[in-house]
Every structure is written in structure tokens, then in C-alpha cells.
């Protein structure tokens, strides 16, 4: 069992499902939220983008933002299919056409967390392979019109009706694609 009771943890993220999974760690936690740029260099490898988006997130909050005992929780996952990103979909074209590119093929999801409290911090990448089987037009329409899945990078959510139908298998963690890496998190945070 971890013991954070000598802090105050706080997750900054608006993502409902990495709230769900970190409470499904039993962690006690706050969370806290602050917009901060989300570009980056499109030549660098997914994993690093996922790393460094990430950090920035954590960074991005100064000390006097933060209680003083706290241990602070970021994360950024990232879908990378052909060597880019694909990000949340800005509108149901978009939506369509990731969804369209995902399917019958596998893809890469990166999901970059870091942790940071008064005394240290540090970070880690989780990587897992996702294999989509071929969808049908009719599929990927009905999903994007049902779920509208517009805050969801690669337009789709693992959790979701898409994930049950269309998703052959995965190499590396489930969790980890919905958006927060648990088993590691839990390792680093007992390291940490």
C-alpha cells in the first residue's frame, strides 16, 4: 500500500477518466487546473512529445501556487500513427478521418506522466501497441454521432462502445490508453 499522507497530492488534469483511475488507486487527491500550450516540435518522437507535455504541465504551476507539502500529478497521452500525432479532433471531419486511419491497423499510445513535489521530481513514458480491427463506415459514423469523442486524442475512447467493438487487442497497459498508466504510477510513486 502507498502512504502519501505527508501530502497533499493533486492531480492537474480535467480528464474525468484519469480522475477515475487515480481514485481507483485509492489516492486521495485534489485537483487543480491551469491551461498551458500544447505544441510541440512535430519532429520529436511520440514518446518524448508525450514526456515533455507532461512536464510543462507540472512546471507550469510555481511554488506559491502549490501548498507546501505537495506532491503534484501530470499526465499527456498521445495517439502516434505513422510517425505523428493525432490529437483531439477539432470537429466530426476530423473525428472521421482519424477514426477512418486507425482502422485495421495498429497504433502507438504514449502517455507521459510526471511527478514533482517540494524536494524532487521526475518523470516516465508508458507505451502500449492498440490493434484496431477493420471498422465499417456505418461503425465509425455511429460512434462519432453517439459518443461525440472530441476530447479524446486519435478521436476515440478505449472505455467506449468503440473499444468493445473494434478493438482486437492490446500489447502493454489498458489503463494506460484510457489516459493514466495506473501499475506504473503506482511503482514510481513507491520509488518516489
Known sequence: MLDLSAYRVILASRSPRRHELLKGLNIDFEILLKDT????DPNMPGRDIAQMLAKRKNLAFTL???PENFLLITADTIV???GQVLNKPANEEEALFMLRSLS???HKVFTGVYVRSNAKESGFCAESTVYFRHLTEEEIAFYVREFRPYDKAGAYG???WIGYVGIE???GSYFNVMGLPTQMLYMHLKLF
Not at 500550450?37 to 510541440?40: A, K, L, M, S
Request: no cysteine; aromatic share 10%.
Open 158 to 160: 478505449v472505455q467506449e
Open 37 to 40: 500550450p500544447e505544441d510541440f
Open 104 to 106: 485495421g491497423r495498429s
Open 64 to 66: 506559491n501556487e502549490l
Open 80 to 82: 502516434w500513427l505513422d
Open 169 to 171: 487487442r492490446i500489447e
